[in-house]
């Protein structure tokens, strides 16, 4: 059964830095390209960064969070992270972490809990 738990969020000041982790804990998620997405109220989830399965070697960014956003993963740990960096009022959103191409809204696709991210000015 698909399992994603999502960690690392928090209220932090213009500039900090956060990092989340995502773990996939039934471990099905290792040969899947993942991906972080967040959704801010009254908007749209949305994609901001991908990393490829394996190795992990292509990785792609949203120009939001381009060059201040870094992804990685640990299949051995079936852990994806996001180390947020210079983070800005505008990144304040919930953050989820899912499979690409992303599955459907709940109820009709699975999505977890996501972790709750504020930046104050």
């Known amino acids: 059964q698909v399992q994603l738990v999502e960690s690392g969020g928090g209220l932090v000041q213009s500039g900090g830095s956060l990092q989340l982790s995502c773990v996939d804990l039934?471990?099905?998620?290792?040969?899947?390209?993942m991906g972080w997405y967040r959704q801010s109220p009254g908007q749209e989830r949305k994609l901001v960064a991908r990393i490829s399965r394996g190795g992990g070697t292509v990785i792609w960014y949203d120009a939001s969070v381009k060059g201040r956003f870094t992804i990685s993963r640990d299949n051995r740990k079936t852990t994806v992270y996001l180390q947020m960096d210079s983070l800005k009022p505008e990144d304040t959103a919930v953050y989820y972490c899912n499979i690409i191409p992303s599955p459907p809204p709940r109820p009709w696709g699975y999505w977890g809990q996501g972790t709750q991210v504020t930046v104050s000015s």
């Open positions: 039934p471990g099905v998620f290792s040969r899947q390209d």
